[in-house]
């Protein structure tokens, strides 16, 4: 990943953070973190597309987070990556991280989005 797309990785990492310390979930900061930093990754690397956005917003109660290509669109991994391979377990890293916080993911009917969406654990409430 070139720098300029690792640096918007990281600053959605630092909205993220941001957004759940303004909403008093700053319990959740690793787990979500992580899933964005994956998910933002997801879309950079394999999305295919020369745009990619990111959300993160409260529905209901439960803390929605989604990252989209404006490319083709991805399909769900067809095989797990070996045992000495560098890459390609992000989207299980997001899989474990969401059913570990017992929320729920995939990736959206077209493809070019892949979202999650988590119980919402607000501190001081």
């Known amino acids: 990943m ?5 640096r918007r990785v990281g600053a959605m990492r630092r909205i993220a953070r941001a957004y759940l310390a303004h909403h008093g ?3 959740m900061e690793f787990p979500v973190t992580l899933i964005v930093s994956e998910l933002v990754t997801n879309a950079i690397v394999h ?5 990619v956005g990111f959300t ?8 929605y987070i989604a990252a989209r290509s404006d ?3 991805i399909r769900a991994p067809d095989h797990a990556p070996a045992v000495d391979d560098e890459h390609g377990r992000g989207l299980q890293l997001v899989a474990f991280m969401v ?7 995939g ?3 077209d493809g070019t989005t ?3 969406h988590l119980p919402v654990v607000v501190q001081g409430r």
Request: glycine share 18%.
């Open 47 to 51: 999305g295919q597309g020369t745009e």
């Open 107 to 109: 990736i959206e009917d």
């Open 99 to 105: 059913s570990e916080l017992g929320g729920m993911w």
């Open 71 to 73: 490319g083709p669109g």
């Open 2 to 6: 070139p720098c300029p797309e690792a």
């Open 25 to 27: 979930m700053a319990g």
């Open 114 to 116: 892949v979202s999650c």
């Open 56 to 63: 993160m917003a409260f529905r209901a109660d439960h803390l």
